[in-house]
């Protein structure tokens, strides 16, 4: 095997950074789950081996990810630096539509084992097939498409916000900066953005004023046959609400509703960070209260482009059981 080359400075955009020793551990239980007989990442078998193996992995890790998970702080997101990714060793950056993970690879067991951590790893059907480990990668002539096979900027956004359950938290693990390290990720966080509105945007944004249609990464038949019911943006606590909302496919549906959206994302555009991030990053954002997105950027698609992969996490995977055939992790509808 290949050996990773450890990060010789932190990353920028880390909140904590592991240590050799822990990254070395890391990837050797990475790689135990690359091999012996069960390596198709949405397998259940293989699942079931990144949840057993998530035990093993360095106290520090765990500890900072389940106090994460017991409440995600100031920003919703938490990026650990220092992840092994062999850089060397990486194929080219894929460069088709749709693009997912399908056979088991170091990345895609680090990003299964901390999905484990948090919960369980999730996906649905309508976007890249169901597979549980998404390729995030510019794709040539799609440069426009605003979703995560595009290069515009991307606007704020939850993780489908429109499905009746949306993942509890979104994990990306950075392969490859883009070319320019021009490429950011945006985040704001309700607990930061919540001071800035006012009270008469707060009543509205908890009104069931807004209609959330799927992203288009779910495709254009993704909405049919489905009437889509108003909800609100905001819901629970007055004090510490969760969010469910997308910029390009959420519609106000009154004065009011559409006067609080504006006002919602200008209090996301004054409170967010760009997160610049560097290989070995592995990022987890609550898609509960954390809102995402990201900057421009240029790629040159010559195999070194830019290259994240996604996975989703619910902390309680039955309560969609009846979206889920043979209880799976891809809903299917």
Known sequence: MPE???????????DWTLDPADADTCEQLARDLCTGGHDRVDSPEWVARARDAWEDLPP????????????????????????PVDRAALPATPTVPGSAQRSAAVPAALLTMVACGLG??????????GALVQ?????????????NAGSVPLSFHTENGFHPHPPDYVV?????????????????????????????????????????????????????????????????????????????????????????????GRACEATARTLHLTPG?????????????????????????????????????????DHRPHDGHVLAR
């Open 4 to 14: 990773t080359t450890p990060a010789t400075t932190a990353s920028p955009a880390a």
């Open 60 to 83: 520090t890790l765990r500890r900072g990810v389940s106090r994460f998970r017991r409440h995600s702080g100031p920003h919703g997101t938490m990026v650990i630096g220092g992840l």
């Open 120 to 129: 369980e790893p999730l996906a649905y059907l309508a976007e890249k097939s």
């Open 135 to 147: 390729d995030v990668v510019p794709v040539p002539g799609q440069e426009t498409f605003h979703g």
């Open 172 to 264: 990306f693990l950075c392969l490859r900066a883009d070319h320019d390290r021009t490429a950011g990720m945006r985040v704001a966080g309700i607990r930061q953005v919540l001071p800035l509105l006012t009270p008469a945007a707060r009543e509205a944004l908890f009104a069931p004023e807004f209609i959330t249609t799927p992203p288009p990464s779910f495709g254009p038949e993704a909405g049919n046959g489905a009437q889509a019911e108003p909800r609100p943006v905001l819901s629970g606590s007055a004090e510490d609400p969760d969010i469910r909302m997308a910029q390009l496919v959420t519609t106000p549906l009154s004065p009011r509703a559409t006067a609080a959206l504006a006002e919602f």
């Open 281 to 321: 990053d592995l990022v987890v954002i609550d898609n509960r209260v954390t809102v995402h997105g990201r900057t421009a950027f240029r790629p040159r698609y010559d195999g070194a482009d830019r290259w994240l992969q996604r996975t989703y996490v619910t902390t309680d995977l039955r309560r969609s059981r």
